[in-house]
């Protein structure tokens, strides 16, 4: 999560305090797990403070901060909406069920709702988000994300290259969506490829429509 607050390093470790925030400039970033997320309930404009460890391989790593612990919230900002998780709509092939929301059904964009569970965002699948939007009108929105994509670049040597790239898990209808330029990949020997969208529709194959 992206935070605005204090942050004191001392050798590979740092305490900080932060409240939440939008925009394009951020303090720093602190990572936290799935299952404090849960238990914490973290959202845009929440106060906590805990303790955390600089990264080990920046390269790879997004967050200024990870291994958050002694996380607290402080300061809540009122009542936020969440988005009740079902598995109406078509299931996979062999039936198992797929967990649904309809984010639609709130307020956005951007949808500033609470962060539902983290397979609704594996079961969605995300498309390419253009870098300002990311950083402008979609920061404050659940399903906006910052990820670190791993290419194969020389499968011969299994040689992988990263590198960090915006994505959005939001419903297809949204106003405020851009993909952006087409983003290149680089392969062993092959020049000029680029990815124009059509592994989004791989990735969003299961939606069950424009509006969810």
Not at 45 to 60: E, F, H, M, R, V
Not at 137 to 150: E, L, P, S, Y
Not at 169 to 197: F, H, I, Q, T
Request: charged content about 25%.
């Amino acid at each position: 999560m992206f935070v605005r607050g204090e942050a004191h390093v001392s050798g590979t470790s740092a305490a900080f305090k932060f409240s939440g925030r939008g925009g394009e400039a951020y303090d720093f970033c602190v990572a936290v797990s799935e299952k404090q997320q849960e238990k914490l309930r973290f959202r845009i404009g929440d106060k906590a403070s805990g303790t955390a460890w600089t990264p080990l391989y920046p390269k790879c790593e997004f967050a200024d901060l990870y291994r958050a612990g002694a996380l607290k919230a402080i300061e809540r900002i009122g009542d936020v909406p969440e988005m009740p998780v079902s598995t109406d709509g078509d299931p996979l092939y062999d039936g198992t069920p797929i967990p649904r929301v309809r984010s639609c059904d709130y307020p956005g964009p951007p949808w500033a709702v609470a962060t539902p569970p983290l397979e609704v965002y594996s079961w969605r699948g995300a498309r390419m988000l253009a870098k300002p939007c990311w950083k402008g009108k979609c920061f404050r929105c659940v399903w906006a994300a910052m990820a670190n994509v791993t290419i194969q670049y020389d499968f011969d040597r299994n040689v992988e290259r990263k590198r960090f790239e915006s994505f959005c898990y939001g419903p297809l209808s949204c106003k405020n969506y851009k993909m952006g330029p087409a983003r290149s990949v680089p392969y062993k020997g092959v020049s000029g490829v680029k990815d124009e969208g059509w592994l989004d529709e791989i990735c969003m194959q299961w939606r069950s429509g424009s509006d969810e």
